[in-house]
């Protein structure tokens, strides 16, 4: 399974959210930069990468950051989300070398800005679904929408989405383990790869993820556990990410 590091920038820095409240922040390094030298130094085969100041202002904030982040992990492929609300945003971070974006609010509140992605940009389009109670999150997940996840990502199947970004945001910068059984029956009524996000603490967490990886759970996002020691991803690598049939993600073709 793919064991992928996150770096989420605000103001700048590289922080971590606890339950997505931009009140509750932790600034772990203010060089996201460096950072991502860092993965990569480590082992990272992907890095994903958040403009949180850009998911709140409905625009990129901080492209230019991430365009930096993309050459100085060189040729490490590097999935970004947060603020991609038009094509001119989604066109950029392409150009600059970014392999997938992730696209949230713009998804649900605009169903055909995805769909259009999806033929301008086949194989490099994810959605990202967070939710809290089995119900969608938009706006930098400060509004609850009425969507179902399970609704959501069915249809973004259809649109072509290459896979889907779960993340259980009652769980997500908590350190108290994946919601593991939720992700497995989202990955199993869906035939495009899932990602898990949220919550992961150990190395039992991901092994626990990884036992569902033919349910349909490829990849993990890692966190607070790497920036707080309590993972680490050398040995996740080790542990999880050896096994080639694990490594075979149908997203990176």
Same mark, same amino acid.
């Given at each position: ?74 040729? @490490? &492929? !590097?999935?970004?989300? $947060? +603020? #991609? ?6 066109? /950029? ?61 069915q249809k973004y199947e ?22 593991v059984e939720t992700t ?7 035939? @495009? &790869? !899932?990602?898990?996000? $949220? +919550? #992961? ?6 092994? /626990? ?28 690598e080790k542990a999880i ?13």
């Open positions: 399974m793919l064991v992928i590091p996150a770096i989420d920038i605000k103001d700048g820095h590289c922080v971590r959210l606890r339950q997505g409240k931009l009140d509750d922040v932790t600034v772990f390094s203010e060089d996201p930069v460096a950072v991502a030298r860092q993965w990569a130094e480590q082992g990272a085969r992907r890095i994903h990468v958040v403009d949180l100041d850009g998911a709140k202002a409905g625009r990129p904030v901080h492209a230019g950051l991430i365009s930096e982040i993309v050459q100085a992990v060189d040729g @490490i &492929p !590097v999935q970004v989300g $947060g +603020g #991609i609300r038009d094509e001119e945003g989604a066109e /950029a971070y392409m150009e600059a070398g970014v392999e997938w974006i992730v696209i949230g609010t713009r998804a649900v509140n605009a169903p055909h800005f995805v769909e259009d992605l999806c033929v301008e940009y086949p194989g490099r389009i994810m959605v990202g679904l967070d939710a809290r109670n089995g119900k969608v999150a938009t706006d930098a997940w400060s509004k609850l929408s009425e969507h179902d996840v399970l609704d959501l990502a259809i649109d072509g989405v290459c896979g889907i970004v779960f993340t259980d945001i009652s769980q997500d910068g908590m350190m108290a383990g994946p919601s497995a029956e989202l990955a199993r009524n869906i035939q @495009i &790869p !899932v990602i898990a996000s $949220g +919550g #992961i603490t150990t190395l039992d967490d991901l092994k /626990a993820l990884a036992r569902h990886q033919d349910d349909g759970i490829h990849a993990a996002i890692v966190g607070r556990a790497l920036y707080e020691g309590t993972l680490s991803l050398a040995e996740a990410g050896s096994d080639p049939v694990a490594d075979h993600i149908p997203m990176e073709d």
